[in-house]
């Protein structure tokens, strides 16, 4: 079972990022065979600075990493390096009806938030498309919010079959995981960049630390027992402790003595603690650029051996293959 996974190199990285989908992501290099890119084309319809994207790629790279994504086990590597992908997108265009992709939800939420609509934006699910019929996916995992576009991809298989009359391109199947936690910000909201609510997984001790102990809570005093059921640390909690250590930091809830200052420092220690082996490791990439190049490159080797041949298929069956 091929497994496919592409993320949008963003810069800083949350632990909202992590609990919903990077940590599953990397968990799934046991489930099959994991090919994972990091999105530098899709991100040019929103990153328009050089500098931005280049540094937004290596921090990503350096991130999942860092975090267990294994250049052994997977194939992970940079959409831009293998250029495969937008010749698809170009011989898909013209299977792609324009009625399917006015339908997009995802163009419609963009533009009506203001941004600028352009053939980017709107053939965005085109290129995802492609970036899936390419490996031969069985399996994406996808927010449900991206599963139209996995829809998408199926009915422009299904349309390019259909007219070479071969079952050249596998339909794909969107995973989602029902289960996933919608993890909290320090105001209760989702966690979001665009929301400022952020904990950093890698920030500075101390922006980490500015981060938790601004997480809203209500006035009750020391001396009265605090309700844990609805209180954003303890969701938090939820995150980084055991059954037993929970139970614990209830009964701390329902004895008066201590403030939401004291459960959020037990927080930090939880946050740090879950992260430090991360971290280290990240530091060790960060200091070593030419590492990271080496496995991007071999990740695109491989992403480039599975492309090419199924390029040649196609361009044979399309009436590209003569010359």
Known sequence: MRILSGIQPSGTIHIGNYFGMIKKMVESQDDGELFAFLASYHALTSVKEKEALENNIFEAAVNFLALGMDPEKSTFWVQHDVKEVLELYWILSNHTSMG??????????????????????????????????????NIVPVGKDQIQHVEMTRDIANSFNHAYKKEILILPEAKVDEIV?????????????????????????????????????????LDEPKEWENCNIYKLCELFMSEEELKELQQRYATPG??????KLTLLDKINEHFEPYAEKREYFINNPQKVKEILEFGASKARKVASAKMEQIREIVGLGLY
Do not use: C, W
């Open 181 to 221: 936690a919608t993890v909290p910000g320090t105001d209760g909201a989702k966690m979001s960049k665009s929301y400022g609510n952020t904990i950093d997984m890698f920030g500075s001790k101390k922006k980490v630390k500015k981060q938790v102990m601004s997480i809203v809570t209500d006035s009750k005093e």
């Open 100 to 137: 399917l992709l006015e339908r997009a939800h995802s163009y419609k939420d963009k533009t009506a938030k203001g941004i600028q609509a352009n053939h980017g934006l709107f053939s965005y699910p085109v290129l995802m498309a492609a970036d899936i019929l390419l490996f031969d996916s």
């Open 258 to 263: 201590e403030g939401y200052g004291h459960f």
